[in-house]
């Protein structure tokens, strides 16, 4: 049974910073992308960041761009979410996402249960 | 970046009806669209993939159709526990971008 367990999450003031992580299992890890997807409250879905199998390519949202960096490890099933420089408007529940084939990315079939990030001060 | 709209934002409808949300792009995505339903506090699930094709386990009465632009959801006889909030999402091009949710509720 595939498993998405994020951790990290919290209170931070603005300018603070924050590692989010996702420990996955019962799948091949480093056969998929991986994805982090956020919701503020109340709100929609946004997509935040990707990474490739292999980690030699990432991809973001450009409001995170130069402040979020996603990695991942592929020898621990993991992959993190290194979030620097947090403004109040990045306050969202993070939720860590497979794609469905293991070629693509943009499938989201598989997600944790979230993580709640609180930007306040 | 592409923008996906959907329409209505909300909807009320007596349970057996059929319901319809639309989602429009702002650029032609091809088949790369996919349908996700929310639960209060939940994670997404996934429903509906480029466009057509029905994730496993998920009941027939959910559908989707279109090309291009323009796409539609479909629930053919709306049940008591699909009270959620839908979403679409395009994958054709990074930002990956989600339709701003269709709340369902029942009349």
């Known amino acids: 049974e595939v498993q998405l367990v994020e951790s990290g999450g919290g209170l931070v003031q603005p300018g603070g910073s924050l590692r989010l992580s996702c420990a996955a299992s019962?799948?091949?890890?480093?056969?998929?992308?991986m994805n982090w997807v956020r919701q503020a409250p109340g709100k929609g879905l946004e997509w935040v960041a990707n990474i490739k199998q292999d980690g030699s390519e990432q991809y973001y949202v450009d409001s995170v761009k130069g402040r979020f960096t996603i990695a991942r490890d592929n020898a621990k099933s993991a992959l993190h979410l290194q979030m620097n420089s947090l403004r109040t408007e990045d306050t969202a529940v993070y939720y860590c996402?497979?794609?469905?084939?293991?070629?693509?990315?943009?499938?989201?079939?598989?997600w944790g249960q979230g993580t709640l990030v609180t930007v306040s001060s | 970046d592409i923008q996906m709209t959907q329409s209505p934002s909300s909807l009320s409808a007596s349970v057996g009806d059929r319901v319809t949300i639309t989602c429009q792009a702002t650029h032609h995505i091809s088949n790369y669209l996919n349908w996700y339903q929310q639960k209060p506090r939940k994670a997404p699930k996934l429903l509906i993939y480029d466009v057509s094709n029905l994730e496993t386990g998920v009941p027939s009465r959910f559908s989707g159709s279109g090309s291009g632009t323009h796409f539609t959801f479909t629930i053919t006889s709306l049940q008591p526990e699909d009270i959620a909030t839908y979403y679409c999402?395009?994958?054709?091009?990074?930002?990956?971008?989600f339709g701003q949710g269709t709340k369902v509720e029942i009349k």
């Open positions: 999402q395009q994958y054709d091009d990074l930002p990956y971008t």
């Open positions: 996402a497979r794609s469905l084939f293991n070629y693509g990315s943009g499938i989201f079939r598989y």
């Open positions: 019962g799948f091949t890890f480093e056969s998929y992308w």
